[in-house]
C-alpha cells in the first residue's frame, strides 16, 4: 500500500484491486552485437571493455511516466479500468467487448502530470561500460551472453545482450579451421634448391624456428605440432599449423645467370 500511494496517491488507493503488479513480467527481447577481436586476442586471452547505451527504466518516475502520487481518474473509462467496445464481425452483426483501457493501462487513473525527467516516455537513456573475458581459443562466431543486459521498459524485464565474436583477418595467418592454423611461406629458387631457416613470429611473440636441408617442391605443405590454436576450455593443448610452401622464380635471368643455370643441369 506504501508503494502504491507513493506512486499513485489516494487514487491508487482507491484503485488496488486494479494496480496488482504481475510477479512474473514477460522477457524483454535479447539484443545482438557484434564483437570484433584480433586473432592474437583469441590466441592469448585477453579483457575487454565496450561502452554501450540503452533503455532503461525511468527511476524517477519508476516507469510510470507521470508524477508520483499526482493522478486522477481516467476519462475514458470511467475510473473502471476496462471499457466496452463494439466489434462488427460482418453479416450486419455486431458483438460487444470488454477490453483493458489503453489509456490508462487498465489501472482506472493516470497521471496529472509527465514525469520531468523522461518526459513521459518511462524511460531515459543510460551508458554502462561492460567488462568482456575473450578465452583462449575461443570459436570465431561464438555468442558472449550477458544476461539481463538488454534494454528495459516498464511492461517487460530486461532480455539478453549477445555479442557474436568475429575475428578479424591477420597478416599472416591467413585462416583458422577449429583449432588448426594455416599459412604460406614464400622460398626464393636458392632456398626451394638448397633448404632454408626461417623465424616465424607467432601470435604470442614468440620465434618459431623452421629449418630444411634438402629440396623443397612448390606448394608442399609442413606441418607442425601444437603450434595451432589453444583448445577452447581446454588451452593447454593446441593444434596444428600448416604452412604451405610457395616458391617465388626470379622474373628473368641474364645471360650469364642462363650459363650458369645451363651448366648446373647439364
Known amino acids: ?27 524483454g527481447p535479447n539484443a545482438r552485437l557484434d564483437l570484433s577481436v584480433d586473432l592474437e586476442e583469441i590466441y592469448n ?28 481518474k481516467c476519462n475514458k473509462c470511467k475510473g473502471r479500468g476496462v471499457v466496452v467496445e463494439h466489434v462488427n464481425t460482418g453479416m450486419g452483426f455486431t458483438m460487444q467487448m470488454q ?18 525527467v523522461c518526459s513521459g516516455r518511462k524511460v531515459v537513456k543510460e551508458e554502462k561500460t561492460l567488462r568482456i573475458e575473450i ?18 521498459h516498464p511492461d517487460h524485464s530486461p532480455g539478453d ?15 583458422r ?5 594455416y599459412a604460406n611461406i614464400e622460398l626464393n629458387l636458392k632456398e626451394a634448391l638448397l633448404g632454408y631457416d626461417r623465424q616465424i613470429k607467432h601470435l604470442d611473440n614468440r620465434s618459431v624456428t623452421i ?11 609442413r606441418t607442425i605440432e601444437n603450434e595451432g ?24 635471368l641474364t645471360e650469364e645467370e642462363k650459363k650458369i643455370v645451363n651448366e648446373l643441369f647439364d
Do not use: W
Open 99 to 116: 477490453n483493458h483501457c489503453n489509456r490508462c493501462g487498465g489501472k482506472g487513473i493516470i497521471f496529472a502530470e509527465t514525469c520531468d
Open 229 to 252: 590454436m589453444p583448445f577452447y576450455k581446454y588451452p593447454s593443448q593446441k593444434g596444428k599449423l600448416h604452412l604451405t610452401m610457395k616458391v617465388r622464380l626470379p622474373q628473368k
Open 45 to 72: 586471452g585477453n579483457i575487454k571493455e565496450m561502452s554501450i547505451t540503452k533503455n532503461t527504466t525511468c527511476k524517477k518516475c519508476r516507469g510510470t511516466g507521470g508524477k508520483l502520487g499526482h493522478t486522477k
Open 211 to 221: 629449418k630444411e636441408n634438402k629440396t623443397t617442391q612448390p606448394f608442399f605443405i
Open 161 to 175: 545482450l549477445i555479442l557474436n565474436v568475429k575475428t578479424n583477418k591477420h597478416r599472416f595467418f591467413e585462416s
Open 177 to 181: 579451421l577449429g583449432n588448426d592454423l
Open 1 to 27: 500500500k506504501r508503494q502504491m500511494y507513493d506512486i499513485y496517491g489516494e487514487e491508487g488507493l482507491d484503485n488496488e484491486q486494479n494496480l496488482q503488479h504481475q510477479n512474473r513480467m514477460p522477457k
Open 135 to 152: 578465452e583462449k581459443g575461443m570459436p570465431d562466431g561464438h555468442n558472449i551472453i550477458f544476461p539481463r543486459e538488454s534494454e528495459s
